[in-house]
């Protein structure tokens, strides 16, 4: 199949295109802008191809002749269309990813997330994909009462969550509108190897270890969430992109499991020391104003509809994430 992957020089893009590499018989065509992920993190899965943007062509069935890397935003609409003329499948997962971010700058992230989300739909719709896969997350229920889920009405609490749910707006308009066969996929808390430059709490927490500092509980570390192992993650946007009958349909793609951040830190401490990183300390720092108290999802729909569910257990994951971040070359 041919690929286009906005944002794919990030922490899910690499992890996806190791996964389709490893697969082989995939052209595989990325767009990023470069302002987070790196050249160097897509060259870590696979050769890179860098294509001058003036002068795109088609994407071609390659089939392992590497990665080809198109340096530009998804703001610029023309060039999203050239670059995804002969793709299959859009995976669009380019955005701008913090719920801070977007509440000191409300108009960068909805430019990012939702006229950018507009240009990679409009290219979709040009390009003729079978399936355009987007990248949404929890944010767009806010405060909800967990489980969460598809049915439940949206609330968000940062312009984030706002971005993210015009986002899957647009791709139920496009899929009934236009007949392109969008999936978005809210995914919760993902972690795992190649996540070093996430501000989320995992990869938090093993930075902090390997840099001999405390890991910090909020509060009493009860807040929970529902943390997913990245190679799960992966297979569910894999099934996204081919899975027939789901045109136009959301999931929450999650482990159903609640996590408290206490435990979690629990889970971690020993598996870090069994890896040679000894005498993690844990402290409590003063709780954060705002912060979501308990979060996971059920994921039934995505178990029935999909054939999907997560396979990978914390413990299990946290151990490859450790051994990864052990592993990694230093810079
Ligand atoms: N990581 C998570 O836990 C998580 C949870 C829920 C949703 N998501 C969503 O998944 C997607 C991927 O997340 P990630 O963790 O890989 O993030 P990431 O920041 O590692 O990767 C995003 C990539 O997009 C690129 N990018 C950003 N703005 C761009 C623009 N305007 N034009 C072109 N490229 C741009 C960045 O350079 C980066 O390489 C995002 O849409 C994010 O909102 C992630």
Not at 20 to 38: F, K, M, P, W, Y
């Amino acid at each position: 199949m041919r690929w286009l992957i906005t944002g794919g020089c990030g922490f899910i893009g690499t992890s996806l295109i190791a996964a389709l590499e490893a697969e082989g018989n995939h052209a595989i065509r990325v767009i990023d802008n470069l302002t987070v992920g790196s050249a160097a993190a897509l060259a870590g899965v696979g050769s890179v191809h860098r294509l001058d943007a003036a002068t795109l062509r088609p994407l071609g069935r390659g089939g392992n002749a590497g990665v080809e890397l198109v340096v530009g935003d998804i703001l610029d609409a023309g060039l999203l269309i050239r670059a995804a003329a002969g793709a299959d499948v859009l995976v669009h997962l380019a955005a701008s990813t913090g719920v801070q971010q977007s509440l000191d700058d409300p108009m960068s992230d909805c430019r990012a997330n939702v006229e950018g989300t507009l240009n990679a739909l409009l290219a979709a719709r040009t390009a003729r994909v079978e399936r355009f896969v987007f990248a949404s997350s929890g944010a767009p229920l806010g405060a909800a009462d967990p489980p969460i889920h598809e049915r439940l009405a949206a609330r968000p609490m940062s312009p984030y969550g706002a971005s993210k749910l015009a986002g899957e707006g647009y791709c139920s308009a496009f899929a009934h509108g236009f007949g392109l066969a969008t999936v978005a996929l809210r995914f919760s808390n993902v972690y795992g190897p190649r996540s070093s430059h996430k501000g989320s709490v995992v990869a938090k927490f093993v930075r902090r270890a390997l840099a001999a500092e405390p890991l910090e509980l909020f509060g009493d570390g009860g807040q929970t969430r529902d943390f997913i192992y990245i190679d799960d993650l992966v297979r569910a946007i894999r099934l996204a992109a081919t899975v027939p009958g789901i045109a136009g349909e959301l999931f929450q793609i999650a482990t159903s499991r609640e996590t408290s951040v206490g435990e979690l830190a629990d889970t971690l401490v020993p598996i870090l020391r069994d890896a040679g990183v000894t005498n993690v300390a844990v402290r409590h720092a003063p709780p954060l104003a705002g912060e979501m108290r308990r979060n996971f999802a059920d994921t039934t729909k995505a178990r029935d509809r999909l054939g999907w569910s997560a396979e990978v257990g914390l413990a299990e994951g946290l151990r490859r994430t450790v051994r990864w971040y052990l592993d990694r070359p230093a810079g």
